[in-house]
């Protein structure tokens, strides 16, 4: 089995880099309770990188609500067990005062795009997001780094702010990992009950129902939200929070279905809030 040395400080990550010169580093950041979206990513970096380091921290600041973040699973020994299975070099798993020292007093903030979607229902969530990542980005020194299509609006605010700020860092999009009956993973699905496990899968029927309704010919963006929310209110454990359809580029919402799309939704099952995407060209 490969072994992976784990480094609990910046400083060993420097030591680290320094023992490798010259190599391209792989990046893959997560907050454990590792599935196989994230090991998808982890392959994919595997492939394509010299040597591949990936990070395990729950980032308080992304948490908008304290109680989802207390509420978040973890499981670091299993995360382990898990990363073993690949020849990966470095598992970053910083203490939270290695992140945010208490004099820690700097904030990354991508504007507009962040003002839709889970950045208007999460209010301050992509600059927690965006905050941690200029960060991990300026300690792991990455050549790629690799992020889940499953969290659609935060890729785009990724690679905007990898724009913006000059991060010479390529960010790499892998397609959302589901479950057989659809359901995307995440780290979040191991808080369902069996019942709203099973129930969850009407997400991406919705989906896809609506995906079958622009293929058909719909275009008008509010029959086919009505569409998938009439088909996610079938679950009777579903409470719809939005069901979006934006232009995937710069996510303003659409009246008229035109170009490429993202049709997105979050949709809470008891306390569990879950989210999902597909993208579509017309
Ligand atoms: P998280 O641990 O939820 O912060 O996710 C870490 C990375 O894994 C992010 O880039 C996510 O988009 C990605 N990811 C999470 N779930 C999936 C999935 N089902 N398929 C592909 N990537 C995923």
Redo the contacts with the bound molecule.
Sequence with gaps: MPNHKIAKTISCVRDFQNQNPGKSIGF???????????L??VKRAVKENDLVIVSIFVNPKQFNQGNDFINYPRSVKTDLELLSQYPIDLVFMPENNEIYPTDFSSKVKVDKITDYLEGHFRPGHFEGVTTVLAKLFNIARPHRA??????AQ??IVIKKMVADLNFDIEIIA?????EKNGL?????NARLSANERDEAKILFQALMKGKESILKGERNSGKIEALIEKTIQESHSAEIEYVSLNDAVNLAPLTEIQGEILISLAVNFGEVRLIDNILLKT
């Design positions: 893959v950041p997560t907050m454990g309770y590792l599935h196989e979206g994230h998808s990513l690799y992020f889940g299509q499953k969290d935060q890729l892998c397609p959302t990992i589901r995307a993973m995440s780290s979040r």
